[in-house]
């Protein structure tokens, strides 16, 4: 089985200006130096909004800081007429490794569905991007549904059309745990995580499952990472709120299990 390297990610939703942005990344290289993430056993990736993205780039360059970069959502097309849309070929030459897509927040308020989300996902692939293919269910698919029908569907649509070779992450983010403070237990994220790669497996073959990283999000913090990384199939966090302080996100990224 292909290691399945761990990934710390951090949305910063629409937080930070491209100002702020310097400071953080600045503060946050400097409370990690010879932490784990230095030796590549870690990956942290940061996801600012799209008008950070050229100043954090050129830091992380300048800097040689080892954080990849991802933005925060992807336009269907590659150019033209779409107004406020930003490009996938946009983002790749700022060197975005990551592209986070169908994030709860634009599928409920930008009504973004399972075939937009699959769009995206392409659109992503195409430019050499790898999605971060978010999927989760709400309070009350999982009073109506249980927890793991609405994911699982959400990322079978999602994988429509995907090439088995294809580079992929996945995040399993119950809508009812993002920002409440409430996260879903280790055993209620294993679960999920381990159904989310028998699809993997399905729809892009046992090899593809075994070496795609899926995520877990939802009131991540330092205080409960050790304990969702103990856990076989999550390889990884996305994190929203605690990715906005720099104690706590460097405190998630040096996990010991
Ligand atoms: C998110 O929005 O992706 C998220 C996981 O947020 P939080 O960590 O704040 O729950």
Known sequence: VTPRTPLIAGNWKMNLDHLQAVAFVQKLHWTLKD????????????????????????????????????????????????????SGAFLAKLDNRYVIIGHSERREYHHEGDEIVAAKVQAALKHGLVPVICVGESADDLEKFGASAVPVGQLKAALEGVKADADIVVAYEPVWAIGSGQAATPEQAQDVCAKLRDVIAEKLGEDAAARTRVLYGGSVKAANIASFMREPDVDGALVGGASLVVDEFAAIIRYQK
């Open 35 to 86: 932490a784990k993430h230095e030796d590549g056993s870690v990956e942290v990736a940061v996801f600012p909004p799209f008008t950070d993205l050229r100043t954090v780039q050129t830091l992380l360059d300048a800097d040689k800081i080892p954080f990849a970069l991802g933005a925060q959502d992807i336009s269907t097309h590659d150019s033209g007429a779409y107004t406020g849309e930003v």
